[in-house]
């Protein structure tokens, strides 16, 4: 009986080799599996990395185009080629000149132009008011955002009909915004009025009454 167990101990030795050479194979593959993914992972980074500078050429290409088409800078008085003026408002002091249309045109907006109210007269009559309002704050239309620096006898011009009408300030004032306006001029003496918001106030408006002192 006990012959008979000897001969297993060489068979379990060789098991336990066998198995540890198992092993080694099985970690040398393992081993040379990663180095091979490795090798591919890094095969597509390149291969999007390439892909990803090709494609930002192709979009620097397709942006070329549009530097051509490129809008107006902002400073460039918008559509103003579309306007048929009638005459034109000049203020030396803020380096101001802008067109005005006729009262009865649908250019007549303060969004669009300076605003000519329906009940004014032209300067071409006696005693008569040109009232003009427009917008003050910031932006493109903004035509009297600088109307705040004005004072006292400082001037205003008005091209008509092939003349020029010089007006002096006599009067400036305040209201509030209630839908309503009061102009206090003296009706024997030809004027202009300019209205706009009243600088860093939300619910007042300032009146302007100039009174014409000289035509060429």
């Given at each position: 009986?006990?012959?008979?167990?000897?001969?297993?101990?060489?068979?379990?030795?060789?098991?336990?080799?066998?198995?540890?050479i198992?092993?080694?194979?099985?970690?040398?593959v393992?081993?040379?599996?990663?180095?091979?993914y490795?090798?591919?992972?890094?095969i597509f980074?390149?291969?999007d990395?390439?892909?990803?500078?090709?494609d930002?050429?192709?979009?620097?290409?397709?942006?070329?185009?549009?530097?051509?088409?490129?809008?107006?800078?902002?400073?460039?008085?918008?559509?103003?080629?579309?306007?048929?003026?009638?005459?034109?408002?000049?203020?030396?002091?803020?380096?101001?000149?802008?067109g005005?249309?006729?009262?009865a045109?649908?250019?007549?907006?303060v969004?669009?132009?300076?605003?000519v109210?329906?009940?004014?007269?032209?300067?071409?009559?006696?005693?008569?008011?040109?009232?003009i309002?427009?917008?003050?704050?910031?932006?493109?239309?903004?035509?009297?955002?600088?109307?705040?620096?004005?004072?006292i006898?400082?001037?205003?011009?008005?091209?008509?009909?092939?003349?020029?009408?010089?007006?002096?300030?006599?009067?400036?004032y305040e209201?509030?915004?209630?839908?309503?306006?009061?102009?206090?001029?003296?009706?024997?003496?030809?004027?202009?009025?300019?209205?706009?918001?009243?600088?860093?106030?939300?619910?007042?408006?300032?009146?302007?009454?100039?009174e014409?002192?000289?035509v060429?």
């Open positions: 009986m006990q012959k008979n167990k000897k001969p297993s101990i060489p068979w379990i030795a060789s098991f336990i080799i066998l198995l540890g198992l092993m080694l194979s099985y970690n040398y393992q081993a040379k599996r990663l180095v091979a490795e090798y591919m992972d890094n980074y390149e291969y990395k390439n892909k990803k500078i090709d930002d050429k192709t979009n620097d290409v397709k942006e070329e185009p549009k530097k051509e088409t490129e809008q107006p800078s902002s400073n460039v008085p918008k559509r103003e080629y579309k306007y048929q003026y009638v005459g034109y408002l000049e203020i030396p002091k803020i380096n101001l000149r802008k005005i249309v006729d009262k045109s649908k250019d007549n907006d969004e669009k132009n300076l605003f109210a329906s009940n004014s007269t032209y300067p071409d009559i006696e005693n008569g008011n040109l009232i309002a427009g917008h003050s704050g910031t932006g493109y239309k903004a035509f009297f955002k600088n109307l705040y620096k004005l004072g006898s400082d001037i205003a011009r008005v091209e008509y009909n092939g003349r020029v009408y010089t007006y002096q300030i006599t009067k400036i209201q509030k915004k209630t839908g309503r306006l009061a102009i206090y001029r003296d009706e024997q003496k030809t004027t202009l009025t300019l209205i706009t918001c009243t600088k860093d106030s939300d619910d007042k408006q300032t009146i302007y009454i100039l014409l002192v000289n060429e």
